[in-house]
């Protein structure tokens, strides 16, 4: 059984009890707390801190509680409460940050936006569709038709821009959520901290070097995030910019060298 560390038991808590929020009471904190695109109408700076205390389901929240319960107290016991403080919320901060700048500066949907209205024409509009949201492409089979016969028609391209600019704002108003990158800059530096010591987890279970497994989780989430998989919701990013922020963290605040 976990022997929580005060911090640790506060973290916890304040999950848990969003989630029951969340769950229970059906009052919708993602929708106010998730960490939105900067390009939103629905940004605000707030969520840069509150998107790490809302989970997208039990599993999400289960897994982020289980790796902190883990490694928290270790941490916490090592460093000192304060400076797990600041680890925890500057991993997790650290990590949003370098994430929206990432998306401020490489949406390849905007880009695409903005080539398109220089030069709208249904081949690119009828591609993108196709290549990127096939079942908006099958929804816009018959509009595609027409615009395709009528490439010209004023109208018509007009409505083609408005449908990639509600694509667009749909992709910019997802909600981030979770405490993946104060996750991550955890189970960062317990490796950085720890680098020998041998650790296995639920999906993981043969010990490795804790030094290992973040190297090679680390290439995972690097491999993962440049894949093109529409399935797949995870910001791999954040868990990266974690890990980094974690280990500028330690070298400025602990002052300890590391590996």
């Known amino acids: 059984m976990f022997k929580l560390s005060p911090v640790v038991k506060k973290i916890l808590i304040i999950n848990l009890c969003v989630y029951l929020v969340t769950s229970f009471l059906h009052i919708d904190l993602i929708r106010i707390f998730g960490l939105r695109d ?89 591609n993108f569709l196709k290549n990127h949201y096939e079942l908006m492409y099958n929804a816009y089979y018959e509009f595609i038709y027409d615009f395709s016969h009528d490439a010209t028609n004023p109208a018509l391209v007009d409505k083609s821009i408005a449908i990639l600019k509600h694509i667009c704002s749909l992709k910019f108003d997802v909600p981030i959520v979770g405490a993946s990158g104060a996750i991550f800059g955890l189970l960062g530096a317990f490796a950085f901290l720890f680098p020998h010591t041998k650790i296995g987890l639920l999906l993981f279970p043969i010990p490795v070097e804790a030094r290992y497994f973040v190297v090679f989780y680390g290439l995972y989430e690097l491999h993962a995030s440049f894949q093109s998989n529409p399935g797949d919701n995870v910001a791999h990013l954040v868990h990266l910019c974690g890990i980094l922020i974690a280990y500028l963290y330690l070298k400025i605040v602990n002052r300890k060298k590391l590996f």
């Not at 319960?69 to 016991?77: D, K, M, S, W, Y």
């Not at 997790?92 to 929206?100: C, F, K, P, W």
């Open 38 to 126: 900067l390009h939103s109408n629905y940004f605000r700076p707030y969520q840069i801190l509150t998107h790490l205390f809302v989970h997208a389901n039990f599993s999400h929240l289960f897994s982020n509680m289980l790796t902190l319960c883990t490694f928290g107290p270790i941490l916490e016991n090592t460093l000192s409460s304060k400076k797990f403080t600041g680890l925890y919320l500057t991993a997790g901060i650290g990590a949003s940050i370098l994430y929206l700048v990432y998306l401020y500066f490489g949406n390849a949907n905007l880009d695409f936006y903005n080539q398109y209205i220089l030069n709208p024409t249904p081949e690119l509009f009828s």
